[in-house]
């Protein structure tokens, strides 16, 4: 059975491209990986967005210079393997290509996980390198693999996004009174999902900036202090210290924000959920203020696995995933609607829907390609 591949421009997102080829034969230690389902949000527009200059390109190269796989996290199951430590039939969850298969060479075996040790990885943030086995992963269920498609990798960065500003303590913004948080895009999942980790600090105000669209869905959430859409700005008080979290990208927002806040303390850029409005590349100098500053999260997992040891970052992480998921997922009240996708076609109907933030902003998407 061929592979499929949905590929898309690296200078332009919006063109997309179906390729079917034939799988090669495996060399010795790899496994080909079915893989059967996989997330699509706005965090997969992120790594497209900056595919060149944070490297997300270079993990799994097309052989096509015209095209790129966009990579996202899913699960998928052995369906070769030439590794005597890898099993076929095994089920994990991890990083991967937009596309129904893919070669991984494992390493560093433990009944927890394995590590893709194809060479062109060995440079790449070892975070994204890791593959779970789901018989021996913690926060592994399998009535729930939806929901940890999607939400798993988002609230990750949530929680460290949360623990880096807590322990930045919130750059001084919090001084003499609440530290007030401003986070873009805040109907995005890793926006919502960071809100819900301020929210429980005391002395944290979470104000989410959104279309006016999604504003009642992002009042509903419960999370914020208060909802604002773009335009109302000039409803917060201009000398108020304050940090700004950046999911969207528009560079007139962070252009604004910038301007209007003379005490503002520390800008965070976490994505690029306004991916028509993102912010020129050297814009970031002409601002005043601090410097807008990526955030990359496997920086804060180095820093806190060496402070805390693995066991204690992961024990901390699984309890902040229980609460979220408990009430993403709540019965009477859920934020997500899941939607599932089948096929190359369905994929490429999807993506623009996706890359330009439409539709309502409870659906989550799950795609497969597997034939």
Same mark, same amino acid.
């Given at each position: 059975m061929p592979t499929t591949d949905f590929l898309v421009h690296p200078t332009d997102l919006g063109q997309t491209h179906l390729r079917e080829r034939e799988d090669a034969p495996l060399e010795p230690g790899q496994v080909r990986l079915g893989i059967d389902r996989f997330a699509l949000t706005a965090n997969n527009v992120t790594y497209a967005a900056f595919g060149d200059a944070m490297g997300y390109w270079r993990f799994f190269p097309t052989g096509d210079e015209g095209w790129r796989f966009v990579p996202v996290w899913g699960f998928a199951r052995v369906l070769q393997s030439t590794h005597p430590g890898v099993a076929v039939g095994e089920r994990v969850y991890g990083f991967f290509p937009t596309s129904s298969k893919v070669v991984l060479t494992p390493g560093r075996l433990s009944p927890e996980r394995f590590t893709d040790m194809a060479a062109h990885r060995a440079e790449l943030p070892a975070v994204y390198n890791q593959y779970f086995r789901c018989a021996s992963d913690p926060l592994y269920t399998a009535d729930t693999e939806d929901i940890q498609a999607l939400l798993r990798p988002l609230f990750i960065t949530s929680w460290l996004i949360d623990d880096f500003l807590g322990d930045n303590a919130f750059f001084g913004a919090g001084e003499g009174d609440r530290a007030t948080v401003l986070l873009s895009s805040a109907s995005s999942k890793t926006a919502y999902g960071t809100a819900f980790q301020l929210a429980q600090r005391p002395d944290v105000r979470v104000v989410g900036?959104?279309?006016?669209?999604?504003? @009642?869905?992002?009042?509903?959430?419960?999370?914020? #202090?208060?909802?604002?859409?773009?335009?109302?700005?000039?409803?917060? @008080?201009?000398?108020?210290?304050?940090?700004?979290? #950046?999911?969207?990208g528009n560079g007139e927002l962070r252009r604004a924000i910038h301007e209007r806040f003379g005490q503002l303390r520390y800008s965070m850029v976490i994505g690029n959920t306004h991916v028509d409005q993102r912010a020129p590349e050297g814009t970031a100098k002409t601002l005043p203020g601090p410097r807008a500053t990526f955030f990359f999260a496997p920086t804060q997992i180095k820093k806190r696995t060496g402070e805390w040891g693995a066991e204690a970052f992961g024990q901390k992480l699984a309890q902040g995933w229980q609460a979220f998921t408990g009430r993403a997922t709540q019965a009477d009240a859920p934020w997500l609607q899941v939607e599932q996708h089948r096929g190359g076609a369905a994929l490429q109907t999807l993506w623009p829907t996706v890359m330009h933030g439409r539709g309502d902003p409870r659906a989550a998407h799950v795609v497969s390609l597997a034939p």
């Open positions: 900036l959104t279309s006016e669209g999604n504003r @009642a869905f992002c009042e509903g959430l419960g999370c914020y #202090d208060e909802v604002l859409a773009y335009g109302e700005l000039d409803r917060l @008080a201009a000398d108020a210290p304050c940090v700004y979290v #950046d999911f969207a």
